[in-house]
C-alpha cells in the first residue's frame, strides 16, 4: 500500500530539548516536502526536498532543520524546540518530473507536537 | 510573493444542497490550481486544474479554473454529511510539485443532517 509514515504522532516536550520527527514513503517519490498547520493560519512549507541531497527553505523554516540521505526518508529535526513550534506538522511526498505525475500530494497522518 | 484566497471560510449548509467554494490566487507564475479534502487527518487530493484541464468533475465533486480572471470553484452537488471537511486550495508553480505549492486558509464545511 502507497503511504507516507510519519513519528511519533504525538509527542509533548519541553522547551530546549531536541527531536527528531522522522518521515518515510513507499512510492519511491523524488519529492518530499514538510507543513506545519496551525488554527487560522492554514498549511505553511518548512522544507522541501526535490531529490537527496537536494533541500531548501519553504516559507517558515527558522527553527528546524531537515536532511535527505535517502530517497524514501525526510526527518524534520527541532534542535532546540520552543513553544512557538507547537503544531500539527504533515510530512508529504509527490512523484518528480521524470515519474508519472498526477499532481497529487501524499500526506502522511500528521504528527500533533507541543512544546511546553 | 504568491497569495492563495479562499472564501468563505465557514459555511454551514442542510443536506441536500449545493454548495460553491470559492479560490482565487495571486500568483507569479500560474502552473496548477489544486483542491484537497482534509477531514480530522491528512488532507486528499480531489482534482489538478492546469491551462490544459480547466474543468474536472468527480461524481458529485466538479471545478472549474478561469485562468483570465484568476479563480477557481469547487462544486458539491446533493450533498451529504460524509462532504463536511475542510477543503484546501492550493497553487503550485511548477505543475503540482512540492517545491511550489502554496495553500489557502481553507473552507470548514458543514453538512447538517
Known amino acids: 500500500e502507497a503511504q507516507v509514515t510519519q513519528n511519533p504522532r504525538y509527542l509533548i516536550t519541553v522547551t530546549g530539548k531536541k527531536l527528531t520527527v522522522t518521515c518515510s514513503q513507499n512510492?519511491?517519490?523524488?519529492?518530499m516536502s514538510w507543513y506545519r498547520q496551525d488554527p487560522g493560519l492554514g498549511l505553511r512549507q518548512i522544507y522541501y526536498?526535490?531529490?537527496?541531497?537536494?533541500?531548501d527553505k519553504g516559507d517558515v523554516p527558522e527553527g528546524y532543520k531537515v536532511s535527505r540521505k535517502e530517497k524514501r526518508n525526510f526527518p524534520l529535526i527541532l534542535e532546540s524546540p520552543s513553544p512557538n513550534q507547537t503544531s500539527l506538522y504533515f510530512c508529504?511526498?509527490?512523484?518528480?518530473?521524470?515519474?508519472?505525475?498526477?499532481?497529487?500530494?501524499?500526506f502522511g497522518e500528521g504528527s500533533r507536537l507541543t512544546v511546553l | 510573493e504568491d497569495k492563495v484566497v479562499q472564501s468563505p471560510l465557514s459555511l454551514v449548509v442542510h443536506e441536500g444542497d449545493t454548495v460553491t467554494l470559492n479560490c482565487s490566487y495571486e500568483?507569479?507564475?500560474?502552473?496548477?490550481l489544486l483542491w484537497y479534502k482534509q477531514e480530522k487527518k491528512a488532507p486528499t487530493f480531489l482534482f489538478m486544474l492546469?491551462?490544459?484541464?480547466i474543468e474536472k468533475k468527480s461524481g458529485r465533486l466538479s471545478s472549474i479554473l478561469d485562468k483570465k480572471e484568476l479563480f477557481s470553484i469547487l462544486n458539491i452537488t446533493a450533498t451529504q454529511t460524509g462532504d463536511s471537511a475542510v477543503y484546501l486550495c492550493?497553487?503550485?508553480?511548477?505543475?503540482?510539485?512540492?517545491?511550489?505549492?502554496?495553500f489557502g486558509k481553507g473552507t470548514h464545511l458543514i453538512i447538517q443532517p
Open positions: 512510492m519511491n517519490h523524488e519529492y
Open positions: 500568483v507569479t507564475n500560474f502552473r496548477s
Open positions: 526536498s526535490m531529490n537527496v541531497e537536494v533541500t
Open positions: 492546469t491551462s490544459s484541464g
Open positions: 508529504a511526498s509527490m512523484a518528480g518530473p521524470g515519474q508519472t505525475n498526477t499532481g497529487e500530494l501524499f
Open positions: 492550493a497553487h503550485s508553480n511548477s505543475g503540482g510539485g512540492a517545491d511550489g505549492l502554496t
